[in-house]
């Protein structure tokens, strides 16, 4: 399984940014988005299940501003970010994963990561 993100950049705060994930072999794969900052700890944002289960998770730092979503015809998931906040500043991971509504588990395959700085 291949992950390629991309859509990362520059944002001013407040600002908005859309986040893609090409999967090959996606299939009924549960898709997550994880970020890194310098000096903390990776943290895993949101996640997506297949269509048929219908289970998204997002963590607190992100709920009601981040919006995940899938479209498994492209073999893409993405990640909306709105209301970005100078602390969203991170590299950005999509990546497979283990998928409940109270919390994602990292699998093992990553995407190479995507950088998102909001700053004014």
């Known amino acids: 399984v291949q992950l390629q993100a991309s859509g990362g950049g520059s944002a001013p705060p407040g600002g908005s940014l859309r986040l893609s994930c090409v999967v090959s072999d996606m299939g009924d794969r549960a898709i997550g988005w994880f970020r890194q900052a310098p000096g903390k700890n990776r943290e895993g944002l949101a996640c997506?299940?297949?269509?048929?289960?219908?289970?998204?998770y997002y963590a607190d730092s992100v709920k009601g501003r981040f919006t995940i979503s899938r479209d498994d015809a492209k073999s893409t998931v993405y990640l909306q970010m709105n209301t970005l906040e100078p602390e969203d500043t991170a590299i950005y991971y999509c990546?497979?994963?283990?998928?409940?509504?109270?919390?994602?588990?990292?699998?093992?395959?990553w995407g190479q990561g995507t950088l998102v700085t909001v700053s004014s």
């Open positions: 990546v497979t994963v283990t998928c409940w509504r109270q919390e994602v588990g990292a699998g093992d395959f």
């Open positions: 997506i299940s297949n269509p048929r289960d219908g289970t998204i």
